[in-house]
């Protein structure tokens, strides 16, 4: 319990740094390979520390730096894996409260998305698609009201 306190303390400050979208603050995390640390936080914490680790996660990857960091450091299967685990776990969970699935959910989809826009993660991530993403396992929540509108998110 307080492991996972501070966990999600740490995650509040370190998800404000990279609202602030300053390429210093991504080459720290890079340089240091902190990918990793939010990697386990999102395979390991809490509901709420494994939903600010995946948008840490997001905002990092929309760095136009970062996909080829990744790829070059091999680190695309790794996130991919722990999206999957993350798809996994949702799936099977559903002890979580709606708008915490729904915004964890977002965030695991707005990754995959950014990593899409990259031609070599692109044809990992084509064999590596859940089948919950592909299924039915989340049309209960894959509504997005956006502006006024409300539409279904296919995937």
């Known amino acids: 319990m307080h492991h996972e306190s501070l966990r999600r303390s740490s995650l509040v400050v370190l998800e404000a740094l990279v609202k602030v979208d300053d ?8 340089k240091y390979d902190m990918i990793t640390s939010f990697l386990n936080c999102m395979e390991f914490g809490g509901a709420l520390s494994r939903t600010t680790a995946t948008f840490i996660v997001h905002r990092i990857l929309l760095n136009k ?3 080829s960091h ?5 680190r ?3 996130i991919l894996r722990r999206l999957e685990l993350m798809i996994n776990k949702l799936a099977k969970d559903g002890s979580l409260a709606e708008d915490t699935r729904k915004q964890l959910l977002k965030q695991i989809i707005l990754c995959y998305h950014r990593l899409s ?5 692109y044809a990992k991530l084509r064999n590596r698609l859940p089948k919950e993403l592909r299924d ?3 049309t209960d929540i894959l509504h997005v009201n956006f502006k006024g509108f409300t539409f279904t998110v296919r995937v």
């Open 70 to 74: 990744c790829d070059q450091a091999g």
């Open 117 to 121: 826009e990259n031609p070599s993660a």
């Open 76 to 78: 695309f299967l790794d």
């Open 23 to 30: 390429a210093k603050v991504i080459g720290f995390f890079l």
């Open 136 to 138: 039915s396992s989340f």
């Open 65 to 67: 730096d970062v996909l």
